[in-house]
C-alpha cells in the first residue's frame, strides 16, 4: 500500500482552516490509519489515531475524518505552533507528509 | 509519565556495525509491541523494524533484512537494534518507539532519536 499527500506543501495563514489529504493505493481499514506532526528537530507526535480519535492532550481544533482510500486532517484554526510537517500512516507505511508553512 | 530514550549511534564506516538501544520507563513493557523508524536527512519516515511482547516475532523492512536485528530485554525494559553491513543510505535519525497494535495499529510514544552517519 502507497500512501500519497497532496500537496506536498500548504502555505497559509494564523487563524485559517488547513485540510490536509491522505489517500492509500488501495482500501484501508480506518482503524489503522493515524496522523503524526513532527517540528524541526523534534520526534513526530501522534496526533489522531483509528482516522479520528485524538490522542491524549491533542486540542480538538485537531480532527480526522475518511475511509476507504481517503482521508483528511483538518485543524479548524491554525495556531502559530501547528506549522510543521504532517504525516499519515496506515500499519507500517508512512506518507510522504505535507508541510503547513506560514503564507 | 511514559518515557523511551535511545542510546547509541554515531559516525561508521560503510560495512561498519553499530548497535542502537532504547530504555523504556513508565509503562509495562514487556507488555508491548516496539518499534524502530528511521528518517533521512531532509526525508519523511520509514518503518525499520517491529517486534512482539515476547520478542517471538519480528519483522523488517525489505531494505534492513539480513543486516539489521531487532531484539528486546524485558527484564531491562530495553529494546535493541544492532545494524551491520552499514551503507550510506541507513544514514538517519533512528526513532524508537511503542507501538498499538489492537484496537487500533499506531505508534504512540516516540523516543528523541538518534542520528546515525555511515560515511568513510
Known amino acids: 500500500i502507497v500512501l500519497t499527500q497532496p500537496p506536498g506543501t500548504l502555505s497559509l495563514s494564523p487563524g485559517e482552516r488547513a485540510s490536509l489529504s491522505c489517500r492509500a493505493s488501495?482500501?484501508?481499514?480506518?482503524?489503522?490509519l493515524a496522523w503524526y506532526q513532527q517540528k524541526p528537530g523534534q520526534a513526530p507526535r501522534l496526533l489522531i489515531y483509528g482516522a479520528s480519535s485524538r490522542a491524549t492532550g491533542i486540542a480538538d481544533r485537531f480532527s480526522g475524518s475518511g475511509s476507504g482510500t481517503d482521508f483528511t486532517l483538518t485543524i479548524s484554526r491554525l495556531e502559530p505552533e501547528d506549522f510543521a510537517v504532517y504525516y499519515c500512516?496506515?500499519?507500517?507505511?508512512f506518507g510522504q507528509g505535507t508541510k503547513v508553512e506560514i503564507k | 509519565e511514559v518515557q523511551v530514550v535511545e542510546s547509541g549511534g554515531g559516525l561508521v564506516q560503510p560495512g561498519g556495525s553499530l548497535t542502537l538501544s532504547c530504555a523504556a520507563s513508565g509503562f509495562t513493557f514487556s507488555t508491548c509491541w516496539m518499534s524502530w523508524v528511521r528518517q533521512a536527512p531532509g526525508k519523511g519516515l520509514e518503518w525499520v523494524a517491529e517486534?512482539?511482547?515476547?520478542?517471538?516475532?519480528?519483522y523488517y523492512v525489505d531494505s534492513v533484512k539480513g543486516r539489521f536485528t531487532i531484539s528486546r530485554d524485558n527484564a531491562e525494559n530495553s529494546l535493541y537494534l544492532q545494524m551491520s553491513s552499514l551503507r550510506a543510505e541507513d544514514t538517519a535519525v533512528y526513532y524508537c518507539a511503542r507501538v498499538v497494535v489492537t484496537p487500533t495499529f499506531h505508534f504512540d510514544y516516540w523516543g528523541q532519536g538518534r542520528l546515525v552517519t555511515v560515511s568513510s
Open positions: 500512516q496506515y500499519r507500517e507505511t
Open positions: 488501495q482500501s484501508v481499514s480506518s482503524s489503522d
Open positions: 517486534i512482539k511482547e515476547d520478542g517471538s516475532v519480528k
